[in-house]
């Protein structure tokens, strides 16, 4: 899967500004492969400008096209690219410490909202109102002009933004999922693994996002879990497949690329292991 955040950051083609643990960038869609695996360690912000994606989570696919706006969530997601019109989007890349010591300056304002606990999609989609298309507006013209915008300016206004996410009940879920970044540490875990267990991350990708080393994630997640993040992430992904089998009518291929298994015959060999079944014997068997 393409790290989607480092691959921005360091390319050279893309108009962006780093400030401390934000990252601005106008994206213009370069690659030519119609659907991509992707991952980010920081939680996105998307304003598409113009063009047609979509982002797809296990459970949901969110098409956007020119004036929509996503939220998504650290970690990993399926996209799809169209090409009737060249993709272009603002993103605001954002790490969970310039959240946490963002809600510390208004902790007046975090307590009047959500505290996380209602887990949420891996993507949020954000309803425009007259703030964020005022925001928009000002990115899209910093990123118009040759001359370098003021960095402070840059931070101020994205700050202007965070607060009417916390303080406006149109953005009642994206601001619940940004106060649990301020959760414990166990409690963030299960959220990566839950939202993230069917891509094809491995064990080190999943210590980043939980901005761990790989040493005490496998230890934290030993102690929540009880069992290793090998043989858990194998039975989470089985008994997704095992879900997709008698809900949909995906072919085997997909539904092995879509549980994370690296290949249709590994799937089959695991699930029989585990099922006593082919994957087609276990969809055709009675209920």
């Not at 206004?157 to 619940?176: D, M, W």
């Not at 080393?213 to 194998?234: A, D, E, H, Q, V």
Request: aromatic letters at 14%.
């Amino acid at each position: 899967m393409i790290n989607l955040y480092s691959f921005i950051r360091d390319a050279k083609y893309y108009k962006k500004l780093i400030i401390d643990d934000l990252l601005f960038v106008e994206y213009k869609c370069l690659v030519e492969e119609t659907k991509a695996g992707i991952w980010s360690e920081v939680n996105y912000f998307v304003f598409v400008t113009s063009g047609k994606k979509m982002w797809k989570s296990m459970h949901n696919d969110y098409v956007v096209q020119t004036g929509d706006s996503l939220f998504v969530k650290k970690g990993a997601n399926l996209v799809h690219q169209y090409f009737d019109e060249d993709y272009c989007a603002l993103m605001v890349f954002i790490s969970d410490d310039f959240i946490c010591k963002f809600m510390s300056r208004f902790t007046t304002i975090m307590q009047k909202n959500p505290d996380g606990s209602n887990r949420t999609d891996s993507v949020i989609r954000i309803l425009m109102d007259e703030f964020l298309a005022g925001y928009v507006h000002s990115m899209a013209s910093f990123f118009g002009t040759d001359t370098v915008p003021n960095k402070n300016l840059l931070v101020h206004k994205f700050e202007e933004l965070l607060l009417n996410i916390f303080t406006r009940p149109l953005h009642r879920t994206v601001a619940g999922y940004l106060n649990s970044l301020n959760s414990s540490q166990n409690a963030q875990v299960e959220q990566i693994m839950e939202d993230n267990f069917s891509y094809r991350l491995n064990l080190e990708e999943f210590a980043k996002l939980c901005n761990m080393s790989l040493s005490s994630f496998k230890r934290t997640f030993t102690g929540i879990y009880k069992t290793s993040p090998g043989k858990w992430l194998s039975e989470k992904r089985l008994d997704f497949a095992s879900h997709l089998l008698t809900t949909s009518d995906k072919s085997i291929n997909q539904i092995a690329f879509d549980s994370g298994f690296e290949d249709a015959s590994s799937f089959i060999r695991a699930f029989k292991q585990k099922f006593a079944s082919t994957p087609l014997q276990y969809r055709n068997s009675p209920a």
